[in-house]
């Protein structure tokens, strides 16, 4: 089992930033690729971004690529995506998610998510 517990969302203006930190407990991190998703209101849950077990492959949605990063700190079990330029479509609650497949279409584990809202 692996516990996941998201944190740093909050207000911005358009064109700012914001790092998200998704803290794990239980299992180590490192068994696990990870993973940020987002869910705005009236939508679908989406991809955004994930990162391998040992933080060597990233990928993203087309979306948030250039603007968004995924790293990861398997020392410290966390995981972090840090935000730039962001803009008012950014607007959704942001999960992090955990599989021991980088390629999931299934994630196994999740947090409770943390808002982010951004001003235009």
């Known amino acids: 089992q692996v516990q996941l517990v998201e944190s740093g969302g909050g207000l911005v203006q358009a064109g700012g930033s914001l790092r998200l930190s998704c803290a794990a407990s239980?299992?180590?991190?490192?068994?696990?690729?990870m993973g940020w998703f987002r869910q705005a209101p009236g939508k679908e849950r989406e991809f955004v971004a994930a990162?391998?077990?040992?933080?060597?492959?990233?990928r993203y949605a087309d979306a948030v690529k250039g603007r968004f990063t995924i790293s990861r700190d398997n020392a410290k079990n966390t995981v972090y995506l840090q935000m730039n330029s962001l803009k008012p479509e950014d607007t959704a609650a942001y999960y992090c998610?955990?599989?021991?497949?980088?390629?999931?279409?299934?994630?196994?584990?999740w947090g409770q998510g943390t808002q982010v809202t951004v001003s235009s």
């Open positions: 990162v391998s077990e040992r933080g060597g492959r990233q």
């Open positions: 239980g299992r180590a991190l490192s068994r696990y690729a």
């Open positions: 998610a955990a599989d021991t497949e980088y390629w999931s279409n299934s994630w196994e584990y």
